[in-house]
């Protein structure tokens, strides 16, 4: 890059002028933007530079560096010297500022009139009319009639405020987010087994291991930067993966275990008992800093490899080979993401695999961990900031004293923040239903998709009084529902904090402007505070830097601590910041991993051995529907609903244009189907068309379709977690059939997918 000015200075002119457009809030800005420039480009030309910033997609947290011309972001390399992917990215990332290229971008808010066609308003009108519906609504109905459903993919500055505004300043009490879908059962196994939401690993953990473990996870597809660390490992690691498909990271998996779905729990309990009979645990870890492993020892006693053989559908020789390759490794992690977590006990299977690594002592030295990866890019920012689940910080809105002090730390009335936690997102859903909640704010989010069994959903959400949807785009399914929708600026376009999977705090900036007159969500919630008549509550938070500093107190003397972090220029020059990092001690290590001291979150400082016996499929394949249906994620290059992703001409080259399915070939002859002829799946709830991909990577009873195309989640069942809430996604009973000639095959269920 030729500059001729040095860095700061450039960087500090370009954040000036893309702040223009998002000025001191006033009436008259809101009301005239034409007047006050919104929508124009800068006519100042700035040097050529570049800028480093985390990726928007998942929640691995590379570094990408944004090449600017003229102040505007016209390219982008992945950071070479960033942490996190060292000069890697996947697709996606490559991709990232194409898809904020699209026609279907949301330049203008969208009101729905009283004959139910929509048509372009002012901000002023939006924010207006969002504010009256909502009072009435609550004037007639209480004020928990109206709720929210937030996201993991927003910055953590935006979605504190949001939390904050809807709950202390709208009085709302029900808020929860796309997170519950993927990371409740992780979170709550963390919070019971160590007394907090703490994943507690490093990525170099994964170069460090000699045995890796990995249950439900396929990162050759999800985490892709993350599995190049894998292959990074100098240890010729052991590599185990507990999946029943043959993925691509099961192939190249040491011993690849593929078990029945949802029997994870068995096995695991069954290594457990081999373990502990063959003397290969850590009786001093164990005694020093945890309880209860007597009782568990005693629980896992019965699970005898034939027994676990038999729910598993693993050879017993397969299980002793497992359990053999981790007594021999002295350092083993496990890590799991969604084949843990969603699941009717996924909680307990996620805590299966903490309890291994408790009693063997794997966990807190190099190498080691109870480890959930996460999903999407700011979900760890989301799980203790939201103000959903928890109260703000990881704290309890049931606790007096919890209240007490977030009261205090923002300086607002104590009785303004709710005494009971929200309902999860079944439960808003149910709420919906019910005729309980009236008004809907869904934020970054788009469950007209991705929601477990669309057509309940779909009805449920018909019954809303007033549906405010906040997203990048018009033409999502859910945006598509909205009385009101409200034209959001995405990655790229605004500034924040997002917190990845290893903990770490990365900055997201502002390198290209908004179109039209789509706002920074962090604007559109001080406008909803604003007219919505709580504004004043919220004075102090008036950037998303100041937000930043709110979030360092609110973090001080938590597990979470950050408050030894500056600002966003020290998170820049660090390149991204693990917590714990606290003011009074911040640890100077690269590599931050907890539990290196052996002490626990709870008051005892002890991990807890937590466990259940196994429970049996909600909704297990029989005569009528004899295939388990297995969901995820398809490709490198799709990300989730395709809202995104589907805009880039590059990543829809790497992916297949219809819909398919997953069969075994055995299967597939039996029913006369050929890889590319359309299939019919049908469940209880749906059907949908998809195309056959014949391939022996599924076992035979079982098909697996990825969650990208709009009609899978038609066929998937609502159960769910008890303990987490978190849906049941990857286990539902189907029948499959190939379509009849003629029937027709439209392979999209929106303009979201090509
Ligand atoms: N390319 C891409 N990457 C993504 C995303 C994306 O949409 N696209 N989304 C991001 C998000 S939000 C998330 S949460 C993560 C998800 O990341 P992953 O969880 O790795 O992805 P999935 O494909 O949902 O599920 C992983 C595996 O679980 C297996 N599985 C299903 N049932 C069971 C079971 O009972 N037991 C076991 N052991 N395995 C089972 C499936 O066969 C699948 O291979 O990916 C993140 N990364
Ligand atoms: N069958 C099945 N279903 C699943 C899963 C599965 O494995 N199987 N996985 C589940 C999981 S783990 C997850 S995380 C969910 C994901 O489900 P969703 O959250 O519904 O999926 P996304 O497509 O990521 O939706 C994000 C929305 O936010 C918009 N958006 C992006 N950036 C911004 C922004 O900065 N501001 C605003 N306002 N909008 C923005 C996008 O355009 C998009 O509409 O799906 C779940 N659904
Ligand atoms: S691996 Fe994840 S964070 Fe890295 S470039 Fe791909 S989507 Fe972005
Ligand atoms: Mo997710």
């Not at 007047?35 to 700035?46: D, E, H, M, N």
Request: aromatic share 8%; net charge positive.
């Amino acid at each position: 890059m030729t500059t001729t000015l040095d860095r700061p200075s450039i960087l500090k002119r370009i954040q000036a002028l893309l702040h223009a457009k998002e000025g001191p809030l006033t009436r008259e800005l809101v009301r005239e933007p034409g007047r006050f420039g919104l929508g124009q480009v800068p006519a100042t030309k700035i040097p050529d530079a570049t800028t480093v910033m985390v990726c928007g997609f998942c929640s691995t947290g590379c570094g990408l560096t944004v090449h600017l011309q003229d102040g505007r972001a016209i390219n982008l390399t992945p950071t070479t010297d960033y942490p996190v992917n060292r000069g890697l990215a996947c697709p996606k990332g490559w991709e990232a500022l194409t898809v904020l290229d699209a026609p279907d971008r949301a330049t203008v808010p969208l009101l729905r009139n009283q004959a139910g066609a929509r048509s372009p308003v002012s901000w002023h009108e939006a924010m207006t009319t969002m504010a009256a519906r909502f009072h009435a609504i609550q004037a007639r109905h209480g004020a928990d009639s109206i709720a929210f459903l937030s996201t993991g993919q927003i910055a953590t500055e935006e979605m504190a405020l949001l939390g904050a505004v809807a709950k202390f300043g709208m009085g709302m009490v029900h808020g929860d987010g796309n997170t519950r879908q993927c990371m409740a059962s992780a979170a709550v196994a963390y919070k019971q087994s160590f007394g907090f939401d703490a994943p507690p690993y490093s990525y170099h953990d994964l170069e460090e291991s000699d045995c890796i473990i990995l249950i439900g996870a396929n990162p050759c597809i999800a985490h892709p930067v993350l599995w190049e660390r894998v292959t990074k490992n100098p240890h010729a690691p052991e590599i185990l993966v507990v999946d029943p498909r043959r993925t691509e990271t099961a192939m190249a998996a040491t011993l690849h275990l593929p078990i029945r779905p949802k029997s994870d729990l068995t096995l695991l309990y069954g290594i457990a008992h081999l373990l502990i009979k063959r003397g290969a645990i850590d009786r001093a870890y164990i005694d020093a800093h945890t309880r209860d492993f007597a009782a568990f020892a005693e629980f896992v006693r019965p699970y005898e490899p034939a027994l676990v053989a038999r729910e598993t559908g693993l050879a017993p020789q397969v299980i002793l080979d497992a359990a053999a390759r981790i007594e021999r490794s002295s350092r083993v992690s496990l890590w799991w993401t969604m084949g843990v977590n969603q699941s009717h006990q996924g909680v307990k299977t996620a805590q299966a695999a903490i309890n291994l690594a408790l009693m063997t002592g794997n966990i807190g030295r190099p190498g080691t961990g109870a480890n959930s990866i996460t999903g999407q890019c700011n979900a760890m920012g989301s799980r203790l900031f939201s103000n959903t689940t928890n109260l703000l910080g990881g704290r309890d809105f049931a606790d007096p004293a919890d209240r007490a002090c977030v009261a205090a730390i923002l300086g607002i009335p104590e009785a303004n923040i709710p005494r009971r936690p929200s309902l999860s997102y079944d439960g808003i859903i149910e709420g919906v239903k019910s005729g309980a909640i009236k008004g809907l704010w869904i934020v970054a989010t788009n469950p007209a998709h991705s929601w477990i069994d669309q057509s309940t959903l779909r009805e449920t959400l018909g019954k809303l009084e007033f549906l405010v949807v906040q997203d990048m785009y018009h033409s999502t399914e859910t945006a598509r529902l909205a009385d009101l929708l409200l034209p959001a600026a995405g990655w790229g376009e605004k500034e924040g904090t997002f917190i990845n999977s290893e903990r770490r705090i990365g900055l997201i900036k502002k390198v290209r402007r908004a179109p039209g007159q789509a706002l920074s969500d962090f604007h559109i919630f001080t406008l909803a505070a604003h007219y919505h008549g709580c504004g004043a509550m919220f004075r102090e938070w008036s950037s998303p830097e100041s937000v930043f500093q709110i979030l360092k107190r609110l973090s001080a003397g938590r597990p979470c601590d950050f408050s030894g972090v500056a600002d966003y220029h020290a998170l820049d020059l660090a390149g991204g910041v693990q917590w714990p990092y606290p003011a009074a001690n911040p640890d100077p290590s690269p590599r931050r991993r907890l539990f290196s001291d052996g002490r626990y979150y709870h008051a005892d400082g002890r991990a807890r051995f937590l466990f259940d016996a196994p429970r049996p499929l909600p909704e297990p394949p029989d005569a009528a529907y004899p295939f388990q249906l297995l969901t995820g994620r398809g490709s490198a290059a799709q990300w989730h609903t395709q809202t995104r992703t589907a805009k880039s001409d590059v990543l829809r080259k790497l992916y297949p244009r219809d819909p398919y399915v997953e069969i075994n070939p055995a299967d597939a002859r039996e029913l006369g189907l050929v890889t590319g002829r359309w299939g019919v799946v049908e469940s209880r709830r749906g059907s949908a068309r998809a195309r056959a991909f014949v391939t022996p990577t599924v076992p035979a009873g079982l098909l697996f379709m990825p969650m990208h195309d709009g009609s899978t989640n038609r066929l998937t069942l609502a159960a769910f977690d008890p303990e987490s809430r978190q849906p049941a996604y990857k286990a539902c009973a189907v029948r499959i059939r190939a379509a009849a000639d003629g029937e027709a095959a439209h392979p999209t269920s929106g303009p979201t997918t090509h």
